[in-house]
């Protein structure tokens, strides 16, 4: 992935300010970008769910425009089932008289930072228990979920094929704005207990452009 250079992207700026303020009014918009592959992090083999056949790209949406899109083969060589520890005795006791079971996994793990020239900066952190969160319609993931036709655990072990799955803009609209634009690292995990079932990234760019 290429750094722009900050020379580059003043001047960028400096046109953009001078075709919309001294020459003819203009309008810009900001649009999310994605890369064409999902890649596996560094120094991670994934042995367990392997996403080496899936590809970004544009495909047609039910409206008729063009969006971002998955297309491929998901594998899942392990099976994927929601497990629990023992109960706590000293833990608060639901109605009914029955102790807190505590989900150890397997967990979705979403980490998401901006890419500079020195380092990547955290942005967003976020969670959840895979299985829990089928049941969930507001998930990222939810729409994967549906193309696998699989809608609780066990996910057994087999090869799932993703076919034009549409990308939701819809959680990203509040950050298609002047001061997040730049380039992104998403990376994906999945934790059972302590173990990494998997770790996969793929890098997007929040751009702005002249309408």
């Known amino acids: 992935m ?14 953009v300010f001078f075709q919309c303020f001294t020459l003819a009014p203009c309008e810009v ?10 890649m596996n992090c560094p120094d991670f ?18 409206d008729g425009e063009d969006s971002f899109g998955l297309n491929g083969v998901l594998e899942v060589c392990v099976p994927l089932d929601d497990e629990y520890d023992l109960p706590d005795p000293v833990s608060p006791v639901r109605p009914g008289g029955r102790n807190q079971h505590h989900p ?3 967990i979705v793990v979403i980490d998401v930072c901006k890419e500079t020239e020195v380092a990547c900066d955290p942005v967003m952190q976020a969670d959840m228990n895979l299985c829990k969160s089928m049941k969930e319609e507001n998930v990222p993931w939810d729409p994967v979920f549906k ?9 057994i072990e087999g090869s799932y ?8 803009m819809e959680p990203f609209k ?7 634009c730049g380039y992104y690292s998403v990376k994906l995990k999945i934790v059972n207990k302590l173990e990494t079932l998997s770790c996969h990234m793929a890098y997007i760019e929040i751009v702005e452009k002249q309408v």
């Open 2 to 15: 290429m750094i722009y250079k900050s020379v580059s992207w003043i001047s960028f700026h400096v046109f």
């Open 174 to 180: 509040g950050c298609l704005s002047r001061d997040f």
């Open 104 to 106: 150890l996994g397997p």
């Open 45 to 62: 083999n994934n042995d367990k769910i392997k996403a080496d056949t899936i590809k970004l790209g544009l495909i047609e949406g039910e």
């Open 147 to 155: 193309k696998m036709n699989v809608s609780e655990c066990p996910i």
């Open 29 to 38: 918009k900001y649009e999310l970008e994605f890369a064409d592959s999902i």
């Open 161 to 168: 094929e993703i076919t034009n799955l549409i990308l939701s």
